[in-house]
Structure formats: C-alpha cells, structure tokens
C-alpha cells in the first residue's frame, strides 16, 4: 500500500509539472489572437488541480520506487497524460468526442502521429501547436523529464529511466547520474530542434508551421498543420531539411551526446546501429525510385527519388509526414515502407518498432544457430561493434519479437472482427504499434483515422500505448506474478 501511495504521489507531481506545458499554447494564443487563451487556462488549471489533489492524497509517502512500482508509475503516467491533454481540445472543439480527443493526444504523446482531425489549416494556432508540442515532448520522452525532476523533489528516477526503455542497452549511462544523463539529452534534444525550427524558416516555412513541423519531424511524431502535410508546400528543400532532421531524429541520441562532448564526429563511425539505419534508408530509397520509376508511377527517375525518399524516410524513420499519396504506389513500396518502419528506427531516438539493434541481434543469432549446426561443439559469442552481447539479452530480445508479433496479430484480428478490411486493418495496426503514422487503405496518407468506430479506435489507442512502451511495460502488468507480493 505504501508503495501504491508513492507511484500516486510521483503522477500527482508529474501531472502538476505537465500542466505547465500549457504555457505555450497559451502564449501562442496571445499572439495568434485566436480565443482559445482561457480554454487553456481552464485545462492548466484542472490539470494542476488534480495534480495537487493527488499529491496531497499520498503527501507522506515519499521514496524510492521499486522496479514493480516504476513500471506502474510509467503506464499510468502515459495513460493519464493524454486523458488530461484532451481538455483543450474538447473545449475548443465541442464536436469532437472524448474516444477522438484521446486518441489524438495518445498519437501525440506517443509521437505516432496519426490523426482524426480534418480541417488542420483552420484550426486555432494554439490547437496546433498543442499538438506539435505533445509530438515533441512524447519524442524524447516524458519519463526522461521526470527522471531530471523527480529526484528534486524527493523520488529517485533509474527505475523510470528502466521502465520507459527496456531495450538492450538501457543500462548504458552517458554519466554517472542518471538525472545528469536526462539533462544532457534534452539539451541536445532542444538544441537539435532549434536548428531545424531555424533551417525550415529559410526553407520558406513562416515561423508557425516552422516550430510545428520541427517539433514533429525531432519527436518524430508527423503531425502537421495542414492536411494534405508536407504535400502542401510542394517544396523540394523543406523535403531536404526535413529528411535530415528526421535521419537525426532516428538515430541515438546518446551518440548525438557523444559527437557533441567530444567535439568530434568519431562517435557516428563508431555507432554500428546507427550506420546499419542509414545504409537500410539510402539503399531503400534509391531502391524504390528505381522500382517506381520502372513502373511508371513517375515518368523521371529524379522526381520518383525525391517522393520516394521523403516518403520512405519519414515512414521508415516512423515520423509520419507525406508528401504524396503512397497509398496509390504499387502495393510493394508502401508494403517494404511499412516494413522499414518496424526495424529501422535506432534504440535511443524518438522512432518506434523493434529497433535495429534487435534486428542486428536476429541476424547475427540467425547466423550463430547455422554455425552451430555445422559446428555443435564451437564457442561462438555475439558481437556487434566490438561488444560482446550476453546470452541474456540475446534471449530478451528473442522474447520480445515473440510478442511483437503476437501483438500485432492479436489487435489486427480485433479490427477485422469489427469489419475493417485486411490492408486498412494490418497497415494501422503495423503504423501505430510503432508508431509510424499512416497506414494504408481507409487509414492511408490521404485520409485519417477519423472514418474508424469507436471500439477501432480504441484498438488502434491500444496498439499506441503497447508500442510506445516497448510491449513489456504494458504487457507486465498483466501477469500474475506482478501482483504478488
């Protein structure tokens, strides 16, 4: 019970912390003149409010969290956040269901990206940039923030920090403290995106649509502020700013750290994750103007490698944005798309899926259980870059493919037993457990997920959450050892 007390205490804190986050949409408000100033005031302040009420609830249960306790604290924190976060959008949008909006601020928080909203452009400035904002917060993580701010007032944060990311290298520290570790991410996290902020203003983006767009395309969550997305500016040099920034976004921002302490770029050579992501990217990318340019889709090779590498990039990398209408390619382009989608991403960036370090570890074990049936009796350790990988881990991440994909199947037979048809079902199951963005069919880069009912929209909010949180954090809490003492 004490320890129960202590997660209510820690989300009482945090959900008083996230009503601060308010702040911006507020001043944008101001600014933009657009009336929606004291709906936000009215969410900060119920937000704070039962922030405080939780708090003062749990006020003596103060400590340290257990790991059972931090993988409580991180669920509820990512379930309580977006149910909060709603509050905006359900004043201001009087039409839009509670099942809409939570669906919406899950897709935001989780940097998925997938929207239900139509009529983006019209919508008051600060609704916008509410919803980039949450892309950009869920992109380094909430937890990561609470991990530099806990401590502060009084509850550690390494069990956190090992809830949110229970990959293979999460014990792997940049420094000492881990609170020390979460201020230096988001310091590069911050600076990187104040570089694409300014790099899409010169592209020729006004400043709205600048912060909107680089606070999707760092957090990789793909929102935008119009509907047809990118597609709107039809402008091949925001395309190449934003594939940049999207490459970044994908990559290890503990190597981005390093590159940036060091004051060498030594690091990114060393990173092999990082080089096996950019090698998939470019190889696909050329591979894929190539196959559309043989069949026709674009009657230039060049202008089917500037559509097909935006739109391949910002999907594999699983931000979201489109600047055509892939639903439309040959089924193959947009099938390998997805397919990228769920391993490119690199451990330790804002992307999704299984992460191309757990792809590495299948490959690499694939090729060990060949040796040995060559070879029964040879001693043949994992590496990958120089370091040993232990069995452990070998065998963690074999366990997590297993429920990967039995996840997957599980939600796409829930769609289809509600009617969905099998291309619209599986695309949007695949986009949002990891968090991707579009899917194909009914769900496709030209529609949304506004034309779902409410139980697939649920389903879809369902598969958000599990891949946002890597499917063991979730999945955890339904065992029945969980709840033993």
């Not at 400590?63 to 924190?77: D, F, N, T, W």
């Not at 990114?268 to 026709?296: M, N």
């Not at 994909?405 to 599986?426: N, Q, R």
Request: neutral net charge; proline residues 4%; aromatic residues 12%.
């Amino acid at each position: 019970m004490k320890r129960t007390l202590t997660v209510v205490h820690a989300l009482g804190l945090m959900l008083a912390v996230f009503s601060l986050t308010y702040l911006m949409p507020i001043l944008a408000s101001l600014i933009y003149h657009d009336g929606t100033a004291i709906d936000f005031i009215y969410a900060l302040l119920a937000t704070a409010l039962i922030g405080v009420l939780l708090w003062l609830v749990s006020y003596r249960q103060r400590g340290e969290l257990s790991i059972r306790h931090g993988y409580l604290l991180v669920v509820a924190m990512w379930t309580a956040m977006p149910a909060v976060a709603t509050l905006p959008l359900l004043l201001v949008l009087p039409d839009l269901s509670f099942t809409d909006a939570y669906f919406e601020t899950m897709s935001g928080l989780t940097t998925t990206g997938a929207t239900v909203l139509t009529g983006l452009e019209n919508l008051p400035p600060a609704i916008n940039i509410w919803r980039h904002e949450l892309n950009w917060l869920g992109g380094m993580g909430i937890i990561v923030l609470a991990v530099a701010i806990l401590p502060l007032l009084g509850i550690g944060g390494r069990q956190l920090f090992k809830a949110e990311t229970p990959g293979p290298m999460k014990d792997a520290a940049l420094t000492p403290r881990i609170t020390e570790t979460a201020r230096n991410l988001w310091l590069v996290y911050l600076a990187i995106t104040l570089a694409c902020i300014a790099s899409l203003k010169v592209a020729g983006m006004n400043w709205l649509d600048a912060i909107c767009h680089a606070f999707a395309a760092m957090g990789l969550g793909g929102f935008s502020t119009y509907d047809a997305s990118v597609g709107h500016f039809d402008s091949p040099v925001i395309e190449a700013v934003l594939i940049v920034f999207m490459l970044i976004a994908a990559m290890n921002f503990a190597t981005h750290f390093l590159v940036w302490r060091g004051k060498s770029f030594k690091p990114y050579a060393h990173d092999k994750e990082g080089l096996a992501t950019i090698a998939a990217i470019v190889l696909s990318c050329i591979g894929i103007a190539a196959f559309l340019y043989q069949q026709g889709t674009y009657t230039n090779f060049w202008t089917a490698l500037r559509h097909a590498s935006f739109n391949l990039v910002s999907v594999a990398t699983d931000c979201g944005f489109a600047s055509q209408d892939f639903n439309l390619w040959p089924i193959f382009a947009p099938m390998w798309m997805l397919l990228l989608s769920s391993v490119v991403a690199s451990s330790g960036s804002t992307g999704g899926g299984i992460k191309m370090v757990r792809t590495l570890i299948l490959f690499k074990q694939g090729g060990r259980e060949l040796h040995k049936l060559l070879h029964p009796a040879a001693v043949n350790p994992m590496k990958i870059g120089g370091a040993v990988i232990p069995n452990n881990v070998v065998f963690a991440v074999l366990g997590f493919i297993f429920l990967y994909f039995m996840t997957v199947v599980t939600l796409t037979f829930a769609l289809l037993i509600s009617g969905l048809d099998f291309i619209s079902a599986f695309s949007a199951i695949i986009a949002c457990i990891n968090n991707a963005g579009p899917g194909l069919g009914v769900v496709g880069p030209a529609s949304n997920f506004g034309g779902l009912t409410d139980f697939q929209t649920w389903v879809c909010t369902t598969a958000m959450l599990v891949g946002r949180l890597e499917i063991f954090t979730v999945l955890i809490l339904f065992t029945p050892q969980f709840w033993r003492r």
